[in-house]
């Protein structure tokens, strides 16, 4: 795998008042909020995947979160402070696991939420969203298609976005996963050196960025070498679109970094690996088989790049798994084909 | 699934002078001895899993324990006072699990370890004892067969025998699992209603037993209708050996309850519920679905149990998903029949 060092950036971009008093305190205050509303998910340690990475291994299991991903985390604060201000209703682009989020969030709140996914996004998500009983609309594969229909359905119903990328919210309680990880590895005696965060549209990695500003841990974010975003935005020093391949990591698919995740974590990430697919398909069966935690592809781009190279950034290595909202029938022909493959011992 | 209620008892037998002192302290003392030496496994909570159940589940996440199951504890108590007394190995006879237990308990004391299985053992069983580093016997598909040569290897070779229900160390030990979580869900504010816990030999119970003597907890037991054991000896007032059927649940296969666990469970247990095996696999599948956990099909007995019958038995009802060590290629089978199944939605 791919690992790029990050060159220093001139200077931080941000794009406007709340965003750019975004810190360490938003970290601590969405904490605060968020307390007893989501689960306060376990880190797991697993003997056989600390062998193949060479390294200790800290999985904050997200995959366990309400939701089936840390998304909640961001969309409850964000919808909360729309529901305050008198929203009529939200709504929100995604590749399905903020889409999931923003619609529990919306429920909780009674309010309508309409969600915008890839035409292709995985059937378990959709199922998800109409289940929390919000109504969706499918654009594009492409992340403009669904940013343009998002567009009309707000004029249309007079709705709020919930931008996944953009809204201070989000990003700060995105970063409330890595912070609850720093704390409960500190509690087990131990402190990360690193932690790995799968970067789709950023939210994660800038959130992680937050998290451990100004401590000594390091945060390495990882990608699918189809979609190199965050190399490809790191090398133009602004987010840039690029030509995405097939992956199966359909959480990390947007083929451009956010701009408010960018300029919060360019300076303060210190690699990024890119993740080949049988990689990614590797670490989600070893998720399964060894440490027996059902995770989706996004979750195990970031496992595939701290089993390859975690023990280059320390002894103890945090993963955020992102999230669990795979299709059965993917964990089923993985298993199928892992059984009858090669590495089957 | 039929339910029994319990016949009061006339008299609890006890087998020896260690085994009737055994109370509620033996689990403190346990867990203070094992205290950094097992995982604090987390207790896993799940929104879609209450619904199916008509109740708050409190799963105490034991496939993720060292080893894969709970039955480390009660290994490592045991294994422990042997190598203390100058043992020069150690045999045992098992399902799997205990076998895995005892292999890396005696491993962490440079001691050999011999273990007897069933033929048609699971083959992720059988790789886990030898990357242990111990040696396998296989004996018969039943309990009596296992039993006789774990008495010849015991003459061949001088070893001590870590028996699987009459140990009490392995008895307290396995009771920590329970006690712990009666300390977690209490730490959410909440108190256990009931437990559910997996019955094979007797072991798990009979500690779930101990560990909620003199609280309010009740103790709920689950077997394979397959293999009715419990319900047998509570009929005969003693363990008795069952004409078993083949069950999925290849750590519940044991056809006859141990004299300790049973002595001390008959008593204490509420009620026992017998589990098709159909509602076996769709726990699994649920597990794996709904809360992103792989689990053994003995751990799904008890949470399928628990689905069924949970709410009968108060707001807060525990599980004790027992293990996770399950064949990859029973995972892919069990995920591909619910996908093209009539209950997939």
Redesign the interface.
């Known amino acids: 795998m791919a690992q790029a060092p990050v060159p220093r950036a001139s200077a931080v971009r941000v794009t406007g008042p709340a965003s750019a008093r975004l810190g360490p305190a938003d970290i601590d205050r969405a904490r605060e909020r968020l307390d007893g509303r989501v ?1 306060r ?2 880190v ?4 056989q995947l600390d062998a193949l990475a060479g390294t200790r291994l800290w999985l904050k ?1 997200e ?2 979160q ?1 939701g ?1 991903s840390f998304k909640v985390r961001g969309a409850l604060l964000a919808v909360e402070e729309l529901a305050a201000a008198g929203s009529l209703g939200v709504v929100a682009q995604s590749t399905g696991n903020h889409a999931i989020a923003v619609a529990l969030a919306a429920a909780g709140h009674g309010l309508r939420a309409v969600l915008v996914l890839p035409h292709d996004a995985p059937p378990v998500k959709v ?1 998800r969203i109409r289940d929390a009983g919000a109504e969706v609309a499918f654009a594009g594969p492409g992340l403009a298609e669904r940013v343009a229909a998002v567009a009309r359905l707000r004029e249309q119903h007079g709705y709020d976005e919930v931008d996944p990328y953009q809204n201070p919210y989000v990003i700060a309680g995105q970063g409330t996963a890595t912070a609850e990880l720093l704390d409960q590895v500190a509690a087990e005696g131990h402190r990360l050196d690193a932690v790995v965060v799968p970067i789709g549209g950023g939210s994660a990695i800038a959130g992680a960025c937050l998290a451990t500003a100004g401590r000594h841990t390091a945060v390495v974010g990882a990608e699918p070498d189809a979609v190199p975003a965050f190399l490809a935005a790191l090398r133009a020093q602004r987010p840039v679109t690029v030509a995405a391949r097939h992956t199966i990591a359909d959480g990390l698919r947007p083929e451009e970094i956010g701009r408010l995740p960018f300029a919060l974590a360019r300076r303060r990430v210190r690699a990024v690996v890119g993740v080949p697919e049988e990689a990614i398909a590797e670490a989600l ?1 070893a998720a ?2 060894h ?5 989706e592809p996004a979750a195990a781009t970031a496992l595939a790049a701290a089993i390859s190279r975690g023990a280059e950034h320390g002894a103890d290595v945090g993963v955020l798994l992102s999230g ?1 909202n795979v299709e ?2 993917l ?3 993985l ?2 084909a ?2 009858s493959g090669p590495t089957a ?1």
Do not use: H
């Open positions: 689960w998910t376990p797991v340690r697993c003997e299991a995959n366990l309400r089936g199922r069966v399964l088989v440490a027996r935690l059902v995770i669990g059965p029938a964990v089923a022909s298993l199928a892992w059984e011992s």
